[in-house]
């Protein structure tokens, strides 16, 4: 639970940084927002893994959060990774992403083998996920 609450944590970071130099020079310091989101892709990872360090994360939560964009998540080590890829490919799927792919193809993807979902199992998850988001927007 906790992987999925801090996986992208590092993106607060990039944000506030780029907010505080703003702050400093609001002029001089101008970035369009497809830099940004740049920026906040390249760099949550590796700043999301800094911060756990720094707040004593234990190590299997710090590499799921550094981790989580690898491309082969196969190995019974790279679990939580994947379980934590697995949902942020799945928000994507169904919209509920900063990158929304409505058609994105889940089962060819690396971390939904090494988790032995297949077609099946993923079709009946990207409902279940579409149906919380909705019972969620209903909320607010």
Avoid: Y
Avoid at 17 to 31: A, M, N, S, Y
Avoid at 61 to 86: C, E, F, G, M, N
Avoid at 108 to 127: C, H, N, S
């Amino acid at each position: 639970f906790l992987a999925g609450l801090l996986h992208d944590i590092g993106r607060v970071c990039v944000l506030r940084g780029i907010t505080t130099l703003r702050k400093r020079d609001p002029k001089g310091f101008v970035l369009p927002d497809n830099t940004i989101g740049e920026f906040t892709d390249a760099l949550h990872c590796s700043i999301g893994e800094v911060l756990c360090q720094a707040w004593n994360i234990p190590a299997e939560l710090s590499d799921a959060i550094k981790r989580h964009h690898d491309p082969d998540l196969t190995d019974p080590k790279d679990t939580l990774a994947a379980v934590v890829q697995v949902a942020d490919l799945m928000a994507a799927k169904i919209g509920a992403s900063l990158h929304p792919e409505p058609n994105l193809k889940l089962v060819e993807r690396p971390a939904f083998t090494g988790l032995q979902l297949d077609d099946v199992k993923i079709a009946m998850l990207v409902v279940e996920h579409e149906d919380e988001c909705e019972s969620m927007s209903k909320l607010m």
